[in-house]
Antibody, heavy 119, light 110 residues
């Protein structure tokens, strides 16, 4: 069974940092792109970043470029999102999702972890 | 302001057919596949349609997707109360090198 389990969310002050983790299981981790998607309270979905199978390619939404870094560890079957210089508008539930092979979309999602940026 | 445009709300009565539209541009819908996700209240999204009109296993054939030019649609036939959810379209945008989502459509079953 495919599972994605996020952790690392919490309350942080503006300007602070947080590292989110997503532990994957039930599939061959190295074969898939992984993505982070966020959802601010009461708002829609916003794609944040993704990373290629072995980490050779990464993409980011403009609003997080230079502040967030996505990475992955094959040995731990985990993907991470290092978030620096956090702003109030980064407050959201952050979901980890698997990008299915052959353009199959975000076929599995984690349950999400809440990040609150507030003083 | 989302890159893909969806109506904020839609509604129908049980048994009816409803459609949700999604409008984009040549750099996203016009040149790439469209995906649809459903999000039930308080839960993570789940994949409903991929590659414009393909259903993942387990998704009933009441759900169908289509694409024409820079627009796409999700149709739900035989509407049920459990279809009440938020529906999002998505596509890869080649100009932005980003995935982009629509703003979401809240479907109400009257």
């Amino acid at each position: 069974e495919v599972q994605l389990v996020e952790s690392g969310g919490g309350l942080v002050q503006p300007g602070g940092s947080l590292r989110l983790s997503c532990a994957a299981s039930g599939f061959t981790f190295s074969n898939y792109w992984l993505t982070w998607v966020r959802q601010a309270p009461g708002k829609g979905l916003e794609w944040v970043a993704n990373i290629k199978q072995r980490g050779s390619e990464k993409n980011y939404v403009d609003s997080v470029k230079g502040r967030f870094t996505i990475s992955r560890d094959g040995a731990k079957s985990s993907v991470y999102l290092q978030m620096n210089s956090l702003r109030v508008d980064d407050t959201a539930v952050y979901y980890c999702a698997r990008e299915g092979r052959e353009a199959a979309g975000f076929d599995y999602w984690g349950q999400g972890t809440l990040v609150t940026v507030s003083s | 302001q989302s890159v893909l445009t969806q109506p904020p709300s839609a509604s129908g009565t049980p048994g009816q057919r409803v459609t949700v539209s999604c409008s984009g541009s040549s750099s996203n819908i016009g040149s790439n596949y469209v995906y649809w996700y459903r999000q039930l209240p308080g839960t993570a999204p789940n994949l409903l349609i991929y590659k414009n009109d393909q259903r993942p296993s387990g998704v009933p054939d009441r759900f169908s997707g289509s694409k024409s030019g820079t627009s796409a649609s999700l149709a739900i036939s035989g509407l049920r109360s459990e279809d009440e959810a938020d529906y999002y379209c998505a596509a890869w945008d080649g100009s932005l090198s980003n995935w982009v989502f629509g703003g979401g459509t809240k479907l109400t079953v009257l």
